[in-house]
């Protein structure tokens, strides 16, 4: 009866080391392998967040801060211009051609704050997480023979390791190549990944400004065009209208310029921003 019991004992300890319940068709290894990346992907995000709230980036924050305010005075302000020169055009396209003017004024603000912030993410991500060392081959802390006999020892075990590189029993310089790690590949994940994170930003605040603009556009650049359409010819309400049809379209070439240029310095953020849509 003791002996049943303690068997019991041990195999109620030997499972309760492995997951509760691991995802359909994935092995524990993989399950494990798993798990290490996903540590370590979220060790180098925490990285990025601390470089980019360091003290350097005050300023660019205070700056979009200060921009996403303006947007939103916009916003106020385009309800009144509605109320205002509903049916009148020509003081509509006036009014809307330094709405236009205003935007991408807060463009160019809000891409030099994110300018500063990628230079300093490149400063500081050197600092922000130790590099990793190379992999230990399993067996290289065990005690070696000395002298001939650790020549002797070696011997079988090179061959066998040319004679597996390739087919032909050459060396692959591709494994070979792979074989060693750059130990300093983690200051360069957590650069990309502050450098994303910045990307992000960006290109979301360009997509609420491209939104904004077409709401704009269609609920009052267009009607106030129709009307014009329907009135007699006047040259101030065409010089009016020829001014703001330029400003929209210099904004929207500011827009598509600052998208342009950031998935260029961040292009993880692009690609994250182009699967999310």
């Avoid at 303690?6 to 524990?28: F, Y």
């Avoid at 540590?39 to 924050?61: F, G, M, Q, R």
């Avoid at 020509?90 to 891409?111: G, H, N």
Wanted: aromatic share 2%; proline share 6%; net charge neutral.
């Amino acid at each position: 009866m003791m002996m049943v019991r303690s068997q019991k004992a041990k195999t109620m300890d030997i499972t309760s080391t492995l997951p509760a319940a691991l995802p359909r068709g994935m092995s524990v290894e993989r399950f494990q392998a798993q798990e290490a990346a996903d540590k370590k992907k979220a060790a180098i995000t925490a990285a990025a967040s601390k470089v980019l709230s360091s003290p350097k980036n005050d300023a660019a924050e205070q700056t979009k801060t200060r921009v996403r305010e303006q947007i939103q005075e916009i916003r106020k302000r385009l309800n009144i211009l509605k109320s205002l020169y509903a049916n009148n055009p020509k003081e509509m396209a006036k009014a809307l051609a330094q709405v236009f003017k205003d935007l991408k004024a807060a463009i160019k603000a809000y891409k030099a704050a994110l300018k500063s912030e990628m230079d300093n993410a490149g400063d500081a991500g050197v600092t922000a997480m130790p590099a990793e060392p190379a992999p230990t081959a399993a067996g290289d802390t065990a005690e070696k023979p000395d002298g001939d006999d650790a020549a002797k020892a070696d011997a079988p075990e090179a061959g066998k390791a040319a004679a597996s590189d390739t087919p032909d029993g050459g060396q692959d310089p591709k494994t070979d190549s792979a074989a060693q790690p750059d130990p300093t590949a983690p200051y360069g994940a957590v650069e990309t990944a502050a450098k994303t994170m910045v990307g992000e930003d960006g290109l979301n605040f360009t997509k609420e400004i491209r939104a904004l603009v077409n709401l704009i556009e269609q609920k009052l650049l267009t009607p106030a065009r129709m009307q014009k359409a329907m009135q007699k010819p006047d040259k101030a309400t065409d010089e009016a209208f020829k001014d703001v049809e330029e400003q929209l379209k210099s904004l929207r070439k500011e827009i598509e310029d600052t998208d342009r240029d950031l998935k260029a310095e961040a292009p993880m953020a692009g690609m994250h921003l182009d699967i999310a849509a």
